[in-house]
Structures are given as C-alpha cells and as structure tokens.
C-alpha cells in the first residue's frame, strides 16, 4: 500500500515536470492552430479580425487557385530535386573525405561553416557575387567568354536550386560521416580479412549500417527543401512571376501582400495536413524498420 | 616492386582526397570568403576589373554601416542577441524538467516525445498568420520578448531531444542515493541532475543560439522597426537606395559572423543531435 503511494506520488511530481511545457506549447501552438482553423471557415480580413462562419468558401477558393498547385508543385520538385542531389553528393563525399577526416577532426568544421548561416543572408550573399554587373562569379565566367545572367528567367530555378544545395550537402555530409564513423574499425577489418575491399565493402557492408542514418537526412532535408522560404525570398521574392514561388512564399503572398487572408489561412491548414500525414507516414516507417 | 607501385597509388588516391577536400571547401564557403573580402575594399577595389584579391583592407565599411543614419544596425544586433539569449533560456528552463520526468518516470515519453520531436517538421509558415493576429491583440508585435518566444518554439524541439539523450546517460544510482537521503523530484533535479548537465547545456545553447539568430521568416512578419533582427535588418541595406557594395557586405559579414564562430564549436552536435532523434524519439 504504502509502496503503490509512493510510486503514484513519484509520478504526480513527475507530471507536474511537464505541465510547464504543455502549458507553453498549448498556448502558442495549439491555440493558435485552433484560431487557424476557426478563420480558415470565416471571412477574416484586416479590419475585422474576428470575422463570421462561410463555410468551405475560402477552401474551395484554395483548391480551385491554379497557383496554389503551381507553388506545391515547386515545393515538392524543389525538395526532391535537392534532397536527391544533397544525399548523393553527400554519400560520395563521406567516402572519399572519411580517411582524411578521420585523422584531423578539425578539417570537418571547415566544410561545416555554409550551414552555420542563416539562409536568408546567404540568399543575399548569392545575389551579391551572382550580380550581373559586379558579381565576382559572372565577371569571372566573362573573362572566360561565357556571359551568364544567374539571376535571369532562364536560370533562376537552377540557381535557387545550386544555392540550396551548396549551403546544405554539408548537413547531409556531416550525419552520414558521424554514421560512418560510428562504424568500428574492427568491423572493417574483419570485412577485409574475409575479401571484401573497396567497393564491395562499401556496399555490402557500409552502406547497409549507415541505412538509418540515410534515412534520416532524407526526412529532415526533403522536409527543410519542401518548407523552404528564406533564401528565395531574398533572391527572387517568388519571381519573376511565380517561377520560384514556393508553398511557404505562396501563403506569405496570399497574406501580405494581396490580403486574401481567409484563402492563406485555408492553405495553411491544408499544408498542416499534408505535412503530418508525411510525418506520420514516415515514422511508420522508420518504426517498422528498426 | 609490387610494394613501391601499391604505396605510390596509394599516394596518388591521399593526394586527390586532398584535392576534392580543398574544391569542396572554396565552393560551398565561396559565398562566405568573397563577401568577407569585399567588406574589407575600398570603393574603388570593389569596382576593379578583374577582381583584386590582394588589396590593402580598410574598416570604412564596418564603420559606415554601424553610423549608418537610416538603418540601426547595432540596434537589430542587440535584438538578435536578445531573441536568441532569451529564447534559449526558455527553452532549457522548459524542456530539462520535462526531459528527466520522461526518462525517469515515462510519463509522456510515448506520445509526448514523439509529438514534440516532430514538430521541427512542420512547415513555420502555418503559423505565421495566427500569430500576427495574436500578436496584435496582445501587443506582442514588433517586440523582442515576442520574438524570444518564437525561438523558445523553434528551440524546444532539440533541446528536448538532447536532454533526454542525457538523461539517459545518468547512471540511475545517484538519482536513487538522493531519493533515499529523501530529496523530492525537484531537488534531485537541482542538486544531482543540473550540475552534471553542463557540458549537454553547453550543446544546447549554442544550437539554440545558432538557430534562433539565423532565423528569418518570423523577424520579417512579426516586426517592423523596434525588434527587427540582423537576419531582417541586413536585408534594409539591399533594398533601400540599390546596393551599396561595400556597406551591405560589412553587414552580411557581422550577421553571419556569431553563428559561424559558435558553429565550429557545435557543429559535432548536429550529427549527434539528429541521430539521437532517431534512435530515441
């Protein structure tokens, strides 16, 4: 009896532990997703805030807007786009640089520091050395005879694209080198004893362990890509026209800058929706696997 | 024979490990390195055809943007420091407790840990629209606290997932020698839990204040003029009168510059951080 107390007194305390953080994220996230989904069946505008229930208006205005499959559609190219080139880039990477890493830890932060800063200033730091006029990169192809306008309609997509994956191959490097060497080196000895060497090894044998971690950065950059906002909004603002208009850069447009905030909202909730059932998708099966 | 040619291709492969190293290094931090130049040229080295890499450096520029008249900059570093300081505090004050109640006792580990975890997934955006509405009603907009709140959201996320990494660590024994000298929950945590969690604390601040100072999206919806951050701020100098060249990468050069230093502290914990979500959330 009085052991059954304890434990439940044990348990009362501990809850109370978490109570704080519930709270927290109660009021600033729940509660606002419940305003969310409040003003995404209401007529919600700037001068009135609370605004009055009109049914599934602002979806239908939502599904049947073009522009809104144009922008999911950037989003969802965009992050498989550079989800795949990060990850690709970032395996061969892990294997050509893991000898030389491995002996001098120090050389690994070099190649960490791009994903240090904040992509917004690295748009505008592309848009600096990519400048037509000025730019050290455009000059410097021109020497060469190849005049380029980065920033221009024919290759704004690719460059949007390159910016992302310059700044983030580096966060793929980085969680696939921790895999690898979490591998033991006994494990890679014992491989070579029985005859496997080179790519056979890498195949058989590496590639196969460092599977959860694959796993992960494809979840966590395919997720980041499909979000993205920051570095395009600075370079490009969603243009010209609606060209890089990302899913996140289409809501913030509905909002401020054509006011249509019963449709941005209603895309929010739809955009919520996809997302965690991309979640919960995926956590199955990660569960599933390990 | 069979040695000497063996080892020389074995050079051979060392050698363009270091060459792939070295163009991997120049390309991502190019960026990175040509604004930090440029922000230390003189107007007419900036201009020059081709581009100058030795040129004697001058600080005109960092004092031109820190006098600047139309854009306070030391006044949006301030906030950045404020936001990102603040906002991490909070988010260690909430998530330690909860991460040891979870360890410890289970509670909310199963759905809890797992709901939290995910949340770094979703899209931010989502929210910015009810939070511009609240904010307004509350009178949160434009203001520092505001913003250290939605850092503290940001930041939550991680830090929880560390500190139950840690947590974890702790050998159950010494929580028990306290439990038995009588020492509630709360003074376990104090005295046994806290002290040991310096070095995870350490993590967590610096990953926090990294990801809270980069932030862009909320520092450009939520604030105007009074808690603008260097993320938003910086932008000012490219949009208000062209760009000014030398000014606009003194700035970039500043507001890149905390993270970048913090990073070569962090960066281990990144990988650390990810995998652990994984394996645990």
Redesign the interface.
């Known amino acids: 009896m009085s052991y059954v107390s304890f434990e439940t007194k ?2 009362a ?3 109370a ?2 109570v ?3 709270l ?2 109660g009021a ?2 729940g ?3 419940l ?2 989904l409040w ?1 995404s069946f209401s007529d919600v505008s700037f001068q009135n ?1 609370i605004g009055s229930f009109v049914g599934a208006e602002n979806y239908i205005a939502a599904l049947t807007n073009p522009k809104m499959w144009q922008a999911l559609g950037f989003s969802l190219q965009f992050a498989v786009i550079c989800t795949t080139l990060e990850v690709a880039a970032a395996l061969v ?1 892990v294997f ?2 893991h ?2 890493l491995i002996k001098r830890p120090w ?16 748009g ?6 990519l ?1 037509e006029f ?1 730019g ?1 990169i455009p ?2 192809l021109e ?1 060469m005879g190849h005049a380029v306008n980065f920033l221009g309609r024919g290759n704004i997509y690719k460059t949007v694209v390159a910016i992302e994956v ?2 983030w ?3 793929a490097f ?2 696939l ?3 690898r060497q979490t591998i033991s080196y006994e494990l890679e000895e014992a491989a070579a004893v029985d005859g496997a060497t080179g790519f056979r090894s890498t195949f058989h044998i590496l590639l196969p362990m460092m599977k ?2 694959l ?3 494809i ?2 950059r395919f ?1 980041d890509s ?2 993205v ?2 570095h395009i ?2 370079l490009t603002g969603g243009g010209p026209g609606n060209l890089t208009t990302s ?2 850069i289409y ?2 447009k509905l ?2 800058v054509q006011n249509t ?1 019963g449709e ?2 209603a895309v ?2 739809l ?2 929706l996809m ?2 059932t ?2 919960v998708v995926a ?1 199955r099966l ?1 569960v599933r696997r ?1 | 024979m069979i040695v000497s040619r063996r080892s020389r291709f074995d050079s051979v492969i060392h050698a363009l490990r270091w060459v792939v190293f070295v163009a991997v290094a120049l390309l991502v931090n190019f960026p990175i390195l040509s604004t930090m130049l440029t922000s230390f040229k003189n107007n007419a080295d900036i201009n020059a055809y081709p581009p100058k890499w030795i040129f004697s450096p001058t600080l005109e520029h960092y004092r031109t943007v820190l006098a600047s008249p139309n854009v306070d900059y030391v006044h949006y570093i301030l906030n950045s420091v404020f936001i990102a300081t603040v906002g991490t505090i909070f988010a260690i004050i909430l998530t330690l407790p909860a991460a040891y109640a979870m360890v410890r006792q289970g509670v909310g580990k199963n759905w809890l840990l797992p709901v939290i975890t995910n949340l770094r997934a979703l899209p931010l955006i989502i929210f910015a629209i009810p939070f511009y509405f609240m904010y307004k009603q509350v009178g949160l907009l434009d203001t520092r606290i505001g913003l250290a709140l939605i850092s503290c959201i940001i930041n939550i996320p991680i830090a929880l997932v560390m500190f139950v990494g840690f947590v974890q660590d702790v050998p159950r024994e010494l929580d028990d020698a306290a439990k038995i000298d009588g020492a509630s929950m709360w003074r376990t945590l104090w005295h046994v839990v806290l002290p040991l969690s310096r070095p995870v604390m350490l993590a967590v601040f610096l990953l926090s204040f990294i990801y809270s100072w980069n932030e862009f999206l909320f520092g450009l919806i939520l604030t105007t003029k009074s808690a603008v951050p260097v993320t938003v701020g910086a932008t000012f100098f490219v949009t208000s009168r062209g760009i000014e060249w030398g000014p606009t990468a003194a700035a970039m050069t500043i507001g890149i510059l905390p993270p970048l230093i913090l990073g070569l502290f962090a960066y281990p914990y990144i990988g650390k951080s990810m995998l652990a979500g994984a394996v645990k959330g």
């Open positions: 044990e348990q305390s501990a809850r532990l978490l704080p953080l519930c927290f994220l600033l996230l509660f606002p997703t305003i969310n003003y805030m990477l050509i640089l000898p030389l050389m690994t932060a070099i190649l960490m520091l791009p994903m240090m800063v904040s992509p917004a200033l690295m505008v730091m592309y848009r600096l050395i400048n000025t050290a000059v410097y020497m310059l700044q191959t580096p966060f980085l969680i080198l921790t895999a959860p971690a796993v992960i950065v979840f966590v997720i499909f979000r906002f920051d909004y600075v899913i996140s809501i913030y909002f401020f905030l941005a909202v929010s909730i955009l919520l997302s965690l991309l979640i956590m990660v390990s």
